[in-house]
């Protein structure tokens, strides 16, 4: 059975500082890994999207990097924004389309 | 930017009472999903639908759930008879093969 950890639980950090939010996952045989954001009491809005044989993606301020064989992505923000205040989801799919999540990482960020 | 539409966004049922979560899928995907999250609490799989029938289902989705893609735009979650444990919020995604998937705002189940 799959399970997703995600580290740290909540992290809050000054403005301008660059971060990574960590995931590990617990089986390899994954088909794609996705981040996602998800603001208090709102759905989740997809952030990126790496197929199990890509190692990265980058989207303006963020990279989300894979290493499927040891089981753990990261996403890394750069010059955060209190606007980037938010909880962060990894959800690892399966080929036939079910996602597991992790618990999530609040980030706060500090004007 | 083509969404997933839920309606309605909040509803309060009371326990025993039938109730149906609509959603619209992005018109040229395939496959469709329905997720829950209690409050506090992680984002849980509930089914996978493609091809005109349930393709996964989580030991959650018990014979008290069902779903159903009456038309060509439309997927529903009925769930039958509500209990207190099943107040969450509801989430529809879909996806075309091979993409990541695209979540709706949820519907905020609330049972009393």
């Known amino acids: 059975k799959q399970e997703v950890t995600q580290i740290p639980a909540a992290l809050s950090v000054p403005e301008g500082e660059n971060l990574v939010l960590n995931c590990s996952f617990t089986?390899?045989?994954?088909?794609?890994l996705q981040w996602f954001r998800q603001d208090p009491g709102k759905g989740l809005t997809s952030l990126l999207l790496?197929?199990?044989?890509?190692r990265e993606q980058t989207s303006g301020r963020l990279n989300a990097s894979l290493d499927k064989s040891s089981g753990r992505s990261t996403l890394y923000i750069a010059a955060s924004q209190p606007g980037d205040s938010a909880t962060y989801l990894c959800?690892?799919?399966?080929?036939?389309?079910?996602?597991?999540f992790g618990d999530g990482t609040t980030l706060t960020v500090k004007p | 930017e083509p969404e997933v539409t839920q309606t309605p966004s909040h509803q309060v049922t009371q326990m025993g009472q039938e109730v149906i979560l609509r959603c619209v899928p992005i018109?040229?995907?395939?496959?469709f999903y329905w997720y829950r999250q209690i409050l506090g609490q992680k984002v849980e799989f509930l089914v996978s639908?493609?091809?005109?029938?349930?393709?996964?289902k989580s030991e959650i989705f018990d014979d008290q759930f069902s779903v159903e893609r009456p038309d060509g735009s439309n997927f529903t979650l009925k769930i039958r008879s509500t209990k207190l444990e099943d107040s969450a919020m509801y989430f529809c995604?879909?996806?075309?093969?091979?993409?990541?998937?695209?979540f709706g705002s949820g519907t905020r189940l609330t049972v009393v």
């Open positions: 089986d390899s045989a994954i088909y794609n």
């Open positions: 018109s040229n995907h395939l496959y």
């Open positions: 639908f493609y091809n005109n029938e349930i393709s996964e």
């Open positions: 995604a879909s996806r075309s093969a091979g993409l990541g998937y695209t």
């Open positions: 959800a690892v799919n399966t080929n036939a389309g079910k996602s597991t």
């Open positions: 790496i197929q199990s044989s890509q």
